[in-house]
């Protein structure tokens, strides 16, 4: 009896046990993979359904970044991506283990990680950042732009800040015309305008569909010692027969009507859309 008490004891331990173990398929899940090339760094971005952790290997010889996403699977067909970019030739993904997703970065050469993970916002879900920056190309940019004011010390240098970009879409048309793409597209146009003219160089903050904070929007036009800065963007409205332009200027003692502030408020958000701040998603 006292023998038969036993096994039934061990039994009910072992049940236990299991039931406390995590049930499958709770694993976060890798949904989607992409990437966005900028002129000094690329981003590569894995969208989840739960936050992972994650450890991070780089090495120089062959230049690659490894990381291994601990307690997640692949759910997405998309294993292997081959961007036409400047630093980044390969992006693959492999489940290593049923539990274990390993992200393979293979670069053209040496590269900074910046690896972080951004909690849900909007309609984006936990994303894996990984930001491969090259510091020599990064530094050559930002001796590039100090230069410029000394090539026409005498002449007025206006930047143009494209909106958004990358991540960031911006306001979102009927049509999926994105903001990012516009914006772009017409602050290429006034840039070449503005440098057909005497006594004015113009330049971009970004050149491509990649996201750059706000922050450095400002340090880029410091760089260039700008006279002017320009931010352009096409915003949305409540009246959707609403037409023209609007011009807002810096004011020193913040908004001072509901527009403004609903436009600032959607402008100051733009950088977690982008995934320029680790906000952290335990």
């Known amino acids: 009896m006292n023998r038969l008490f036993e096994i039934s004891s061990i039994f009910l331990m072992v049940v236990s046990v299991l039931l406390l173990q995590p049930a499958e398929g709770v694993?976060?899940?890798?949904?989607?993979?992409?990437?966005?090339?900028?002129?000094?760094?690329?981003r590569v971005v894995l969208?989840?359904?739960?936050?992972?952790?994650?450890?991070?290997?780089?090495?120089?010889?062959?230049?690659?970044t490894v990381i291994e996403l601990k307690g997640a699977s692949l759910q997405t067909q998309k294993r292997q991506l081959e961007p036409k970019d400047l630093f980044v030739s390969k992006v693959i993904l492999t489940e290593v283990a049923p539990d274990s997703v390993r992200l393979l970065l293979q670069q053209k050469r040496p590269l900074?990680?910046?690896?972080?993970?951004?909690?849900?916002?909007?309609?984006?879900?936990?994303?894996?950042?990984?930001?491969?920056v090259d510091l020599v190309q990064e530094k050559r940019e930002?001796?590039?732009?100090?230069?410029?004011?000394?090539?026409?010390?005498?002449?007025?240098?206006?930047v143009i800040d494209p909106g958004h970009g990358g991540e960031d879409p911006g306001a979102v048309g009927p049509m999926r015309t994105m903001e990012?793409?516009?914006?772009?597209?017409?602050?290429?146009?006034?840039?070449?305008?503005l440098n057909q003219g005497k006594g004015i160089q113009a330049f971009l903050t970004r050149k491509g569909d990649y996201f750059i904070?706000?922050?450095?929007?400002?340090?880029i036009a410091r760089e260039y010692r700008a006279?002017?800065?320009?931010?352009?963007?096409?915003?949305?409205?409540?009246?959707?027969?609403?037409?023209?332009?609007?011009?807002?200027?810096?004011?020193?003692s913040g908004a001072t009507d509901q527009a403004a502030k609903i436009l600032a408020d959607k402008e100051n958000m733009s950088d977690?859309?982008?995934?320029?701040?680790?906000?952290?998603?335990?």
């Open 180 to 193: 990012k793409d516009i914006v772009l597209k017409v602050g290429t146009q006034v840039v070449q305008l």
């Open 112 to 132: 900074k990680a910046n690896v972080f993970l951004l909690k849900p916002h909007q309609d984006k879900p936990y994303r894996l950042v990984v930001d491969l």
């Open 47 to 64: 969208d989840l359904n739960e936050p992972v952790q994650f450890d991070t290997i780089s090495q120089e010889a062959p230049p690659q």
């Open 142 to 158: 930002e001796e590039e732009r100090r230069r410029q004011k000394e090539i026409e010390p005498k002449s007025k240098i206006v």
């Open 27 to 42: 694993a976060a899940k890798v949904t989607d993979v992409r990437f966005w090339s900028a002129t000094d760094h690329t």
């Open 227 to 252: 006279d002017l800065l320009i931010s352009l963007h096409t915003d949305g409205s409540f009246n959707p027969g609403a037409k023209g332009s609007s011009v807002y200027c810096l004011s020193l």
């Open 272 to 282: 977690i859309l982008g995934g320029a701040i680790p906000t952290p998603a335990s």
């Open 213 to 219: 904070p706000l922050h450095t929007r400002v340090k």
